[in-house]
């Protein structure tokens, strides 16, 4: 029996290839009848900024600017990621509703992507995969080579050359 595809999630980083990318995720969600859940993931701000920046700033300073920084920077993502749907699809994207749900989501890209799409019972994961000359034949962007090892979801790479 086939797998059925209801639920694609595709995983971006917004990076200069996802329009390519994201064309695979539209192909197979056609093909499939599915809905596209598009996902990005805010990094954590890392250990050495947080000290220097809590050493910088008045007690209880700290976690209401970031919780006010990250409010910004969800938003700013959003109405990138809704221009760049509109984009791809133009007039037809009222129609079409090529994408269901965009999410956003906080922490380290690999752990959160595999958490997502399990908690969303995603059916396929569609993300590019970083390559470079020198060693592109030996490993995958980080982010993906980790997703493949340790999600039980099936993932479909698209692979981006790196200049």
Known sequence: MLPTIRTILYATDLGPH???????????????????VLLHVIEPIGETAETLVRNLVPEGTFEAAHRE?????????????EHFCQTEFGSSFADEKPVAEIHIAEGWPAPTIIAEAASMGADLIV???????????????????????????????VRIRSA
Do not use: D
Not at 25 to 32: D, F, G, I, N
């Open 69 to 81: 920084g990250l409010e910004r920077i969800r938003a700013e993502i959003r109405e990138r990621l």
């Open 127 to 157: 993300m590019g995969a970083h390559t470079h000359p020198v060693v592109e034949e030996m490993i995958l962007g980080s982010v993906a080579n980790k997703v493949v090892q340790k999600c039980a979801i099936p993932v479909f790479l």
């Open 18 to 36: 996802r329009p390519r990318v994201f064309r695979y995720a539209v192909a197979l969600a056609r093909e499939h009848g599915a809905k596209i």
